[in-house]
């Protein structure tokens, strides 16, 4: 097996992680062992082929899907010995997700949807952090705008806003410019990137562009549910060879 080193005191590590949908015949081996860790503070991309396990990587990291063997930790707290009343509660309050569908409530303004983290926690709210998160993505002049009246860029936006709310230790990104043309992509890219630098915020984004994933720190490649590699700096050309390599 092939591994990237954990981060002597990373954000979220993932050890030995197995995951398998299905049994028998028609059991997939979506995770083979793997296991990384996600430095504080830094931008890591997960790419690979469809079907390396990319995703599946994220959504047990997260939280959001159960490992058949092996662990999954936030710092010193191991998600696989949680039980699911205290999982729900570390989502809500120490993680953030952004998703290629924005997820935004209709009815509710931007404002009201970015706020939402708080308010479903019972938790005030910080003016001051609200003000910079807010300014930082341009959306002063939205606030009172429900997401019909918003652009898809505003909208993704808009969803970056609520992830960053309640200041999570780690934001975790599921395809997040999918929907979204080169220009609107970019300032999303843009902002995930300076708030890595700027606020210190933790990023883990599953892509399948290298553009994308060129705004990242670094990118951790997986292939048939085992890792193969990593790199730091990458750049477009850089990512791309690498994907083409994993695909030859």
């Known amino acids: 097996m092939t591994s990237t080193a954990i981060n002597a005191s990373p954000a979220v590590a993932a050890g030995e992680v197995t995951k398998v949908y299905g049994s ?3 059991a997939v081996h979506a995770l083979r062992g793997v296991s990384v860790g996600f430095a504080h503070g830094a931008f890591t991309a997960i790419m690979g082929p469809s079907g ?38 570390l989502r809500r309050d120490r993680f ?32 001051l952090w609200m ?8 959306l002063r002049d939205r606030l009172s705008h429900r997401p019909s009246e918003l652009s898809g860029g505003q909208q993704q936006r808009v969803a970056c806003a609520r992830a960053l709310i309640h200041q999570p230790e780690v934001i975790f990104a599921d395809e997040p410019t999918g929907n979204l043309d080169s220009r609107s992509g970019g300032e ?3 902002f995930l990137r300076s708030s890595v630098r700027e606020m210190g915020q933790t990023i883990v984004m599953v892509t399948h562009d290298p553009v994308a994933a060129s705004y990242a720190d670094r990118v951790v490649f997986l292939r ?11 750049t477009p050309d850089s990512v791309l060879d690498a994907l083409k390599r994993l695909e030859a």
């Open 24 to 26: 028998g015949d028609a």
């Open 188 to 190: 999303v890219l843009g």
């Open 131 to 138: 003000d910079k998160v807010v300014g930082a993505l341009g």
């Open 52 to 89: 390396s396990g990319k995703s599946t990587l994220m959504h047990c990291l997260a939280g959001l899907d159960t490992v058949d063997g092996g662990s999954v930790s936030l710092g010193q707290v191991e998600l696989t010995r949680l039980n699911d009343r205290q999982l729900t509660q």
């Open 224 to 234: 048939d549910g085992r890792i193969t590699g990593e790199m730091y700096r990458p």
């Open 96 to 127: 953030g997700f952004i998703f290629q569908s924005f997820n935004l409530l209709p009815t509710l303004t931007a404002e009201q949807n970015i706020r939402l983290p708080l308010d479903l926690a019972g938790r005030r709210r910080d003016q």
